[in-house]
Structures are given as structure tokens and as C-alpha cells.
């Protein structure tokens, strides 16, 4: 089993920056791809950005392309999201998933853990 845990949430103006950090502990060795979701107030999760365990490829939602950039460092197990020039409609709770890309449709396929989230807040 793998236990991701998410780092770096809060409140922040709009056009700044926030760091998020999501390590994973356990059976990590079985980790194919690590993503970040989030969860804007009242709306359904969906997905940000992902990131290939072992080769560091990385896949960008529209919304964020340009902005975000997702990182990993596997000696620290750790995978990073930076955030800049937040807008508040980036306001959700941010969450970190092991799981897989597929690489035939261009997306998300499956989550198999997930973090508790954290709480990120853009103000205008």
C-alpha cells in the first residue's frame, strides 16, 4: 500500500504563489504515476497535473498549463506542485493520488490512493 500525504496549503492573494508537496510512504516502489486533483468549493474534483514515477514525465490540465509545474524528487519520495499567478477560481482543496496515466487516451485512468487533501485559498 502507498500513503500519500499532502504539505503546503493556505491562504494567498491573487497573483501569488504556493508550493504543495505530497510524500508518499509504503510500498512506493509500486508507484506508476502521482497526480494532483482539486475540489473548488461546491463542484466536482478534477484533475490538475500528473507526473511519471520513474521517467518525470508530466501532463498539465488547460486550466493550469503555464502556471503550475509538477515535480518529483523519488530519493525523497516527494512530488511538488508550484503554483503561480493563483487566480481565486484556483481556490479548492488540493489532493495527491497514486495511481496511473494513460498514455492511449491522454488522461487520468485510475486512482488507487489518495491523500486527505489540503486546503489552498486565493483571495481577490
Known amino acids: 500500500q502507498v500513503q500519500p500525504v499532502e504539505f503546503g496549503g493556505g491562504l494567498v492573494q491573487a497573483g501569488g504563489s504556493l508550493r504543495l508537496s505530497c510524500t508518499a510512504s509504503g510500498t512506493t516502489l509500486s508507484i506508476n504515476h502521482i497526480a494532483w486533483f482539486r475540489q473548488p468549493p461546491g463542484k466536482e474534483r478534477e484533475f490538475v497535473a500528473a507526473i511519471t514515477w520513474s521517467l518525470g514525465s508530466r501532463y498539465y490540465a488547460d486550466s493550469v498549463k503555464g502556471r503550475f509545474t509538477i515535480s518529483r524528487d523519488n530519493a525523497e519520495n516527494t512530488v511538488w506542485l508550484q503554483m503561480n499567478s493563483l487566480k481565486p477560481e484556483d481556490t479548492a482543496v488540493y489532493y495527491c493520488?497514486?495511481?496511473?496515466?494513460?498514455?492511449?487516451?491522454?488522461?487520468?485512468?485510475?486512482?488507487?490512493?489518495w491523500g486527505q487533501g489540503t486546503q489552498v485559498t486565493v483571495s481577490s
Open positions: 493520488a497514486a495511481g496511473r496515466w494513460s498514455t492511449l487516451r491522454n488522461q487520468w485512468s485510475s486512482s488507487d490512493y
